[in-house]
């Protein structure tokens, strides 16, 4: 089955700084990759995804890229603000499907300092 | 609308007690997804439904039973937990029509078994 793996467990940057996240995954049928964004205390929420046939995306401040060949994502935040503080999860599926699974990654806990 | 709705928002129970968690949505999803998630981890999954019937079912112990009444509803039966059923339930529904992808979660269950 899928597994995906993401690093890193934590990170801490400067207010106005970028953050990187990166994930891989070990399927390739896997076709679809969101991004969650999940505060203390809430539910996840849907921030940004990216489809197998798009390799980059695009919102604002947030960016996904997509290497399918070497099956790895990664998720960009410029000019980071202390609001963006959370565990952000990426996941991977075979979207398109009423039967699958969205499998998620272990998660980045994102800290940024005023 | 996008929401997902889940009731109660906490639940406290003894290892004895049978007690019920409810999810709703009206986006006309016909997939509904429930997950445990245990503080800083991502969501695991429990179980799918498509189209009112069980698809997925992650060997779940019995102990957790969901029903699925309608395309609208879904819900969990809880019956003789263990302390280590103490977690956040999150019930999600996504689209399976359309090119849809999305996996929208709702706010929660806080559930404490004592």
């Known amino acids: 089955g899928e597994n995906v793996e993401q690093h890193p467990s934590t990170l801490s940057v400067q207010e106005g700084d970028s953050a990187v996240i990166k994930c891989t995954y070990s399927?390739?049928?896997?076709?679809?990759f969101p991004w969650y964004k999940q505060e203390l205390g809430k539910r996840p929420q849907l921030i940004i995804d990216?489809?197998?046939?798009?390799g980059e995306k695009k919102d604002q401040r947030i960016a996904v890229t997509l290497n399918k060949t070497a099956k790895h994502f990664s998720l960009h935040i410029t000019e980071t603000q202390p609001e963006d503080s959370a565990v952000y999860f990426c996941?991977?599926?075979?979207?398109?499907?009423?039967?699958?699974?969205?499998?998620f990654g272990p998660g980045t806990s994102l800290s940024v300092i005023p | 609308d996008t929401e997902v709705t889940q009731t109660p928002k906490h639940l406290v129970m003894g290892m004895t007690n049978k007690k019920s968690l409810k999810c709703e949505q009206h986006?006309?999803?016909?997939?509904m997804y429930w997950y445990k998630q245990k503080a800083k981890k991502p969501p695991e999954l429990m179980f799918v439904?498509?189209?009112?019937?069980?698809?997925i079912n992650e060997s779940v112990p019995s102990r957790f039973s969901p029903e699925c009444p309608n395309s609208s509803l879904l819900n969990l039966h809880l019956h003789a937990l263990q302390p280590e059923d103490s977690a956040l339930y999150l019930c999600?529904?996504?689209?399976?029509?359309?090119?849809?992808?999305?996996?929208?979660f709702g706010p929660g269950t806080r559930l404490t078994v004592t």
């Open positions: 986006m006309g999803h016909r997939a």
């Open positions: 990216i489809r197998s046939n798009v």
């Open positions: 439904y498509s189209y009112e019937k069980l698809s």
């Open positions: 399927d390739s049928a896997s076709n679809y």
């Open positions: 996941a991977a599926s075979k979207g398109g499907t009423s039967y699958d699974k969205v499998i």
């Open positions: 999600a529904s996504r689209g399976t029509s359309g090119g849809s992808y999305e996996q929208y």
